[in-house]
């Protein structure tokens, strides 16, 4: 499925000073984006929405907690709030977001949890793998019924996303979006 990026260029990142990340060059020629960068050239427009994934850390759940207080802290710091949704596989990670910012708009990605314990928890959104989907084929329509957004990740097949379509998600998440928005256009 999902593969987390731990390393860049041979360095570790959860091992390495933030200076030192920012010094890395990219192919591009350009250094490696903090978040700050991501933010703050994002809150420069207003047609997109950030959305931003906390990742669990490699070097704990204290680790991954702490993070997210932080991220928190910096998105308020740059008045960034309404350009951002959060997202996380990690449950807890998702908790602490919406106790630091109860407004903030989360959506869980693991897809181990229904609609109705995520309504429960005040969440704004699953967002889940399609084949999670297709394994429970109620709970698109259970996460309507809770007010929950739904977002499926990541449907490059034609059959799928046509299947998504008339089931009224609210987002998909493609690596082929010439070919969602020509089925877009055609409704």
């Known amino acids: 499925m999902l593969t987390t990026i731990r390393h860049i260029q041979n360095i570790s990142i959860a091992n390495t000073p933030a200076d030192q990340l920012k010094t890395i060059k990219l192919s591009s020629g350009e250094n490696l984006p903090t978040?700050?960068?991501?933010?703050?050239?994002?809150?420069?427009?207003?047609?997109?929405?950030?959305?931003?994934?906390?990742?669990?850390?490699?070097?704990?759940?204290?680790?991954?907690?702490?993070?997210?207080?932080k991220i928190v802290a910096l998105v308020e710091k740059l008045q960034a709030p309404g350009w951002v949704d959060y997202i996380s596989f990690d449950y807890e990670v998702c908790q602490e977001v919406m106790k630091l910012a109860p407004y903030a708009k989360v959506a869980y990605l693991n897809g181990n949890k229904s609609p109705a314990e995520l309504a429960r928890a005040n969440f704004f959104g699953l967002d889940y793998h399609f084949s999670v989907l297709q394994k429970n084929p109620d709970w698109i329509k259970q996460a309507q019924q809770n007010k929950l957004t739904v977002n499926v990740w990541t449907v490059n097949d034609k059959t799928v996303m046509e299947n998504l379509l008339k089931e009224k998600v609210d987002f998909i998440t493609t690596n082929e979006p010439e070919m969602l928005l020509q089925m877009l256009a055609g409704k």
Do not use: H, P
């Open 35 to 69: 978040l700050q960068d991501y933010l703050v050239a994002g809150t420069k427009q207003n047609k997109t929405k950030l959305i931003l994934e906390i990742k669990a850390s490699e070097r704990g759940k204290e680790n991954s907690l702490a993070a997210t207080r």
